[in-house]
Nanobody, 122 residues
Framework: QVQLVESGGGLVQPGGSLRLSCVASENIFNFNIMGWYRQAPGKQRELVATINVGGVTNYADSVKGRFTISRDNAKNMVYLQMNNLNPEETAVYYC????????????????WGQGTQVTVSS
């Protein structure tokens, strides 16, 4: 089974930055879409950003201009650079992979990491 492992979460002050990493157990070129989701307590899991094999990215409106998703196929890794973080963005952040041509819904992703906690607080 494909495994995805996230890292880089932690405590950051409002306005601060974090860089999340996700390493896959196989070549991420196998996955047409790589994405980052987040789930805050009591809320639905929401799509934060995606990147396809060609490097085309998409972002949730709330993070545009602040977050950057990238992928390194040689290292089997995906990254999420998060800048100017808000307390409302405290959540568990999940890495996900999809073999589909497009993946906007949670059930369109085939593999998931265990999540990494991001806490934005003073």
């Amino acid at each position: 089974q494909v495994q995805l492992v996230e890292s880089g979460g932690g405590l950051v002050q409002p306005g601060g930055s974090l860089r999340l990493s996700c390493v896959a157990s196989e070549n991420i070129f196998n996955f047409n879409i790589m994405g980052w989701y987040r789930q805050a307590p009591g809320k639905q899991r929401e799509l934060v950003a995606t990147i396809n094999v060609g490097g085309v990215t998409n972002y949730a409106d709330s993070v545009k201009g602040r977050f950057t998703i990238s992928r390194d196929n040689a290292k089997n890794m995906v990254y999420l650079q998060m800048n100017n973080l808000n307390p409302e963005e405290t959540a568990v952040y999940y890495c996900a992979a999809s073999t589909k041509a497009i993946a906007k819904k949670r059930n369109e992703y085939d593999f998931w990491g265990q999540g990494t906690q991001v806490t934005v607080s003073s």
